[in-house]
């Protein structure tokens, strides 16, 4: 059964960092696009990064671009969220998903995580 489990979330003030993880296993995710997306509290979930299946290409929202970097080790069958200079508007639960696809779209991913909350204190 395909599963998605991500990790590193977690409290962090303003202007730190954390690394967010998610290991895929079940399926041949080294052949399949990852992303992250993030949901805030009575807002939609939306896009915040992209890797194709080679990581050769990388797609980020306008709001976390040159703060946050995603990156995958298809060895590990693992996609990592590097994130510098955090906000308190980048307070969500952060969810890891696989797709077909490389794309912003939701609708593009077959596959999500549970979820990971960061918290960013100001």
């Known amino acids: 059964q395909a599963q998605l489990v991500e990790s590193g979330g977690g409290l962090v003030q303003a202007g730190g960092s954390l690394r967010l993880s998610c290991v895929a296993s079940?399926?041949?995710?080294?052949?399949?696009?990852m992303g992250w997306f993030r949901q805030a509290p009575g807002k939609e979930r939306e896009f915040v990064a992209a890797?194709?299946?080679?990581?050769?290409?990388?797609y980020y929202a306008d709001s976390v671009k040159g703060r946050f970097t995603i990156s995958r080790d298809n060895a590990k069958i693992t996609v990592y969220l590097q994130m510098n200079s955090l906000k308190p508007e980048d307070t969500a639960v952060y969810y890891c998903?696989?797709?077909?696809?490389?794309?912003?779209?939701?609708?593009?991913?077959?596959?999500w995580g549970q979820g990971a909350q960061v918290t960013v204190s100001s």
């Open positions: 890797v194709n299946w080679s990581g050769g290409s990388r």
């Open positions: 079940g399926r041949t995710f080294s052949r399949y696009a």
């Open positions: 998903a696989a797709g077909r696809g490389y794309s912003n779209k939701y609708s593009a991913y077959d596959y």
